[in-house]
């Protein structure tokens, strides 16, 4: 995710609430939602050196390319990098807060509310299935 927020900067202002919540999560978030506050338009070079200026190191290109995102891979259809981008950005951060909301059902029994959950769970790495999946048409 954060290789493809330097990729495509202008997701960070897009996501900026979803981030600011990831930050929780890991927080490498925080040094780019830092260079978001700055208020100047960002681009990838300089949030690489922000990153390695904070001791953030990202895969190498050619590991990125290897890796099934389209938001990661070089030449991609802007529409479909950042569909699966938005799509991988909302799975990490509610993935564990979903997981956490299905075992507090269990614990209160409340099957109709697990379903939901789990439900919730299987659209968000469907969501991101379908969209990683289009890159190989």
């Given at each position: 995710i954060l290789s493809g927020l330097?990729?495509?900067p202008s997701e960070?202002?897009?996501?900026?609430?979803y981030l600011v919540r990831a930050a929780r999560l890991d927080p490498r978030f925080d040094v780019l939602l830092d260079a978001q506050d700055r208020g100047v338009a960002l681009e990838s070079a300089q949030l690489e050196a922000i990153l390695a200026d904070n001791g953030?190191?990202?895969p190498p290109p050619d590991r990125s390319r290897r890796l099934a995102y389209p938001f990661v891979r070089p030449g991609m259809e802007r529409e479909l990098a950042t569909g699966a981008l938005a799509a991988a950005i909302e799975k990490y951060v509610e993935e564990p807060a979903i997981d956490a909301a299905i075992e507090a059902a269990t614990v209160r029994q409340d099957h109709d509310e697990q379903?939901?959950?789990r439900l919730r769970k299987h659209s968000l790495g469907e969501r991101l299935r379908e969209l990683t999946a289009?890159?190989?048409v």
């Open positions: 330097v990729q495509w960070i202002a897009r996501h900026i609430d953030v190191t990202l379903q939901r959950l289009r890159q190989e």
